[in-house]
């Protein structure tokens, strides 16, 4: 009985089918397209499986992989799959295009390589350049392998930490013979490349014998029948020089970004970071110890896609052209041999010291690139020479332009510069081996022409400080005991000379964040990108929770910004710092905006951050049952650093030493200066409600006026007397965390310090490299181990190939048993339009 009910209910089902097949077909259809709208992958990927089996998959054609090339689509992120013969396609040009533009540029972006012997000689093809050589080499190698090779040379010049090396031969057979047995030759894993080094269109030499040549309207010098150069000689030069510029340009060195819509390029960037950070949890799940349960934001990055947690989005800068208030800017030769202040075209290691003008750059101010003309017609007929990066010699290095804003909420995005009301120059210069006299007479020089271009601009160009920075240094990025003094110019309309001492407290500028006024330093960090700060530092104050009862860390707190924008939404703040003026700028800011409760110590994060800590969070409570381990590894960690709040000649550099290449900002890491005196603990304590600058170097205060500290700084020094150091710390309840650091990132003692201390329930990270924030996040984030592994390995060469993950991963080791942290969420802040760098914001809680 119950089958004959059954087979009716049955055939009910099989005809109604039958009767509405058009229905289960449109069904089906529906649901295809739903999965192809839902999938962004959907027939990205080609089906392995098909092309194994002859043709044949089993999923027909509701497989989600393509069968074939036909039914190939490009993937969300405009790429195809790697496996496809499009993609291969275009890598193969791809790299055809990266060989010639490198053949290009090989050949003459060394301006710096050829001595003026040297530079004749190449105009008659008798000087080579070997690309691709190990950059351990030295001259002597380079030398060795030229004999081994059995190539006769008449010179041959090297630098460590380069890859290119430069021949000169003797005649035309020893050219022949050099290409035919050095070109494509296997050094290493790398094949040798022998190209051509064109010698110097604008010779220094040339400029007295110019001088004498009649000029046209527009002041040009004009070359003779008999000079020796016709006009085929010289459109045979030109050619090669436009193919050089044409194959890179300082607009796409600087900012890569500038040909694609900022739209597209906050785009770009969102899909840059969420990579980053998909790494983040990689290495986080690498990192987990063995027998310790995976976080639970470990397990749940599969539901957001691999992300440790969610990017809500990208903050767009609120001025796109022209936004930086600091630029630094190069002086060398450009591909033509002119000398020229601008940017350079590439990487000093991969043998580029060309350097062009900013002009084309849109990041760089209108007043920044006429400073930078200014200085340029200048070393036209300057007497001293310029730096020479392979011998490390001359004169002229670096010229730095800082703008400060004017106050008030509304800004002219058409013209940015009307916003400019100060600026101080900073001119790099090498002074060893010179003439006093000489360069007295050339900064005189200097001082004036900096003056008449300035007051005789139409509009007249604001010029608030000029400033001489003394680095005798290889790179541009000068120490923190590098010597500055203020030259004096002419006031403009007056006339009248502007005398000043070579106190440092004179050359200061200031700017306005969030409605407060700041005083800004020669050397003290600032972000360059003022209106874009603002909303980075209000989404940080939003998301750190803060309140009256909270008592914020501000850990590379340069000039005191993030402190002192939120220090009225906190009971306290307590800034770690440690460029000296730097701090002596943030106790100035807090006395200038009036406010007092704010503490700014002076000292390497890693050395103070313990017994600040220790300071603050004496007697913590217990936390959900975990005891606090701060004190355990304070006294392992810093058992020989007392109290360090100290005064001291120190510098920072900017998060981009150079606007093209973005390097860090100042490593928080203060240089070995004079012997610190160490003081008791019991002393140092400061008054919470009292804004002070700490100073204990160990030093009288005239001892320290001699050694550079202004009498500004001095007068501050004396108000951090003894007996405003006695008052005990008063206890906060909350306690939050903001770090700011450099493009390194956080020191690992600074990093098992926040770990370990129970009390810290809140940091808020905010990251100018992405790639450090993954480092210190593993190490923040990931569980410890049951048993620490303990030991020296500070020597193990493997070290040094491992990435920071990987480092970060290692480290993890041997962190102590504490509560790790958890990501909880994520946002981009756009400080760099144009460019492929972003301020990262993530909160972690625990």
Known sequence: MSTEILHPKLNCQDSSEQLNPTEKRKREETDTTSTEQQNPLWKTTLCSY???????CSHGETCRYAHGESELRVRPDNTWDPTSERAKKLAKK?????????????????TDALDDEECSISGLGLSKCLVNLPMKWSSDNLRCFLKDNGVAFKSAKKKKGMAVGFVTLENAEQVKTAVKELDGKLVGNKNLKVGDVIPRQ???KGNSAMSSLPTNQQGEKQTQAGDGLDSDETEAEDPTGDSVLKGRSVRDVVTPLAKMPYADQLEHKKSSLTQTLKRLTRNARKACPTGVSLPEWILKAREIGGLPCNLEGIIESPLINGYRNKCEFSVGYSVLGKPTVGFQLGNFREGVTAVEEPVDCPNVSSIACKYAAIFQDFLQQSKLPIWNRLNNTGFWRQLTVREG???????????????????MLIVQVSTLTFDD????????????AFAVGAFGSSPTLPLTALVLQDHTGISNVAPADAPLRVLPFSSGESGSQQHTDNAIAEAKIHDFINGLKFCISPTAFFQVNTLAAEKLYSLAGDWASLGPDTLLFDVCCGTGTIGLTLANRVGMVVGIEMNASAVSDAQRNAEINGIKNCRF??????DVMGSVLKEYLASPPKVDGIPDTEEKNNQENSASTEKTDF???ASETDEESDIGSENGKGMCIAPDTTPIEKIDSTDSIAEPEKTGLECTNGKSLSESSADGITESETQLMKSCSS??????????????????????????????????????????YISCNPESLVANAIELCTPSPDETEKGNNKNNIRWRKMSSASLARHRTKSMPISEPFRPVKAMAVDLFPHSPHCELVMLLER
Not at 601 to 606: D, F
């Open 405 to 423: 804003r004017m106050p008030g909420k509304i800004v002219e995005v058409e013209n940015p510069n009307a916003n400019s009301s100060e600026v």
């Open 94 to 110: 791809d790299n055809d295009d990266k060989g010639e533009n490198a053949e290009k540029c090989n050949d003459v972006m060394m």
């Open 601 to 606: 110590i002076c000292g390497k994060a890693e």
């Open 437 to 448: 006299a000489l360069v007295s007479n050339e900064l005189q020089g200097l001082a004036k």
């Open 50 to 56: 098909f092309r194994r089996n002859d043709g044949s």
């Open 723 to 764: 007996e405003n150091l006695t008052t005990p710390v008063q206890h906060f309840k909350n306690v939050v965390a903001i770090v700011d650091p450099p493009r390194a990132g956080l020191h690992p003692t600074v990093i098992k310090l926040l770990r370990t201390n129970s009390r810290m329930r809140r940091l808020v």
């Open 647 to 649: 005064i001291v000649n």
């Open 202 to 204: 604008f010779e220094r």
